[in-house]
C-alpha cells in the first residue's frame, strides 16, 4: 500500500534512501485490482483484469485549503506510527514549495471525471461530489455534499438541472449546474 500503487509517478533517488532500482522494486508489489470499467459482481476474470496502474492519473486533497489538485508526481512515502501511510506529492503546475504530505487512504485518489448532461439522472441527493470553483488567481475543486436537486427539462445546451450543495471542507451552500460537478474516484488505498 505504498509506492505500489505510483508505479508512473517518477520518485526522487535521494527520497529512496541510495536504495538500488533493484532493491526499491524488491520492497513492493503492484496490486491486483479492478479497472474502472471492469464489473464488480465476479464474473469470469482474465489477465486483462488486472490495470495497469502507469496509466492511472491521480488527485490530492491539500490540508492548506482542502481543495483537489492534479498529482504531477509522488515523491516519497512514509509509515506512520500508528500504521497509515502518507506521501509526499507535487502537486501538477506547482513548484516544490507547494509539494506536501498526505495521508494515502484519505487525501488520494484516482482522477475524478466531469458528469455528461446524459448521466445527470444518475446523481442523487446525498452524493459526495467533486465541484469546481473559481477563485481570484485559479481553479479550485471541492468535494461537496448534494442537498436537493431541482430537476429541469434539457434542451439543445444541455442540463438544465439546479444542484443545492455543501462544500465537505467549510458547510458552505450553494446551487451550481451539473457542468460544474464531477464524479469523484476511489483512493489507492481502498
Given at each position: 500500500?505504498?509506492?505500489?500503487?505510483?508505479?508512473?509517478?517518477?520518485?526522487?533517488?535521494?527520497?529512496?534512501?541510495?536504495?538500488?532500482?533493484?532493491?526499491?522494486?524488491?520492497?513492493?508489489?503492484?496490486?491486483?485490482?479492478?479497472?474502472?470499467?471492469?464489473?464488480?459482481?465476479?464474473?469470469k476474470?482474465?489477465?486483462?483484469?488486472?490495470?495497469?496502474?502507469?496509466?492511472?492519473?491521480?488527485?490530492?486533497?491539500?490540508?492548506?485549503?482542502?481543495?483537489?489538485?492534479?498529482?504531477?508526481?509522488?515523491?516519497?512515502?512514509?509509515?506512520?506510527?500508528?500504521?497509515?501511510?502518507?506521501?509526499?506529492?507535487?502537486?501538477l503546475?506547482?513548484?516544490?514549495?507547494?509539494?506536501?504530505?498526505?495521508?494515502?487512504?484519505?487525501?488520494?485518489?484516482?482522477?475524478?471525471?466531469?458528469?455528461?448532461?446524459?448521466?445527470?439522472?444518475?446523481?442523487?441527493?446525498?452524493?459526495?461530489?467533486?465541484?469546481?470553483?473559481?477563485?481570484?488567481d485559479?481553479?479550485?475543486?471541492?468535494?461537496?455534499?448534494?442537498?436537493?436537486?431541482?430537476?429541469?427539462?434539457?434542451?439543445?445546451?444541455?442540463?438544465?438541472?439546479l444542484?443545492?450543495?455543501?462544500?465537505?471542507?467549510?458547510?458552505?451552500?450553494?446551487?451550481?449546474?451539473?457542468?460544474?460537478?464531477?464524479?469523484?474516484?476511489?483512493?489507492?488505498?481502498?
Amino acid at each position: 500500500m505504498h509506492a505500489e500503487f505510483f508505479p508512473a509517478m517518477e520518485m526522487d533517488h535521494q527520497d529512496r534512501n541510495n536504495t538500488s532500482p533493484n532493491e526499491w522494486a524488491k520492497l513492493s508489489t503492484v496490486p491486483k485490482v479492478r479497472p474502472a470499467n471492469k464489473p464488480l459482481d465476479g464474473s469470469k476474470k482474465g489477465k486483462d483484469d488486472e490495470a495497469d496502474l502507469s496509466k492511472v492519473e491521480f488527485e490530492a486533497r491539500s490540508s492548506k485549503d482542502g481543495a483537489w489538485y492534479d498529482v504531477d508526481r509522488i515523491l516519497s512515502h512514509r509509515s506512520l506510527p500508528s500504521g497509515e501511510v502518507e506521501v509526499h506529492v507535487r502537486f501538477l503546475g506547482f513548484g516544490a514549495d507547494e509539494d506536501e504530505w498526505v495521508n494515502l487512504a484519505s487525501s488520494v485518489r484516482e482522477r475524478s471525471v466531469p458528469i455528461e448532461p446524459y448521466d445527470c439522472h444518475l446523481v442523487n441527493v446525498g452524493d459526495i461530489l467533486l465541484c469546481y470553483q473559481e477563485k481570484r488567481d485559479q481553479a479550485i475543486y471541492y468535494d461537496v455534499r448534494v442537498l436537493e436537486i431541482e430537476r429541469r427539462t434539457h434542451d439543445m445546451r444541455g442540463c438544465r438541472c439546479l444542484f443545492s450543495v455543501q462544500k465537505e471542507y467549510d458547510k458552505s451552500e450553494e446551487k451550481v449546474w451539473l457542468r460544474r460537478l464531477c464524479w469523484c474516484r476511489k483512493s489507492p488505498g481502498h
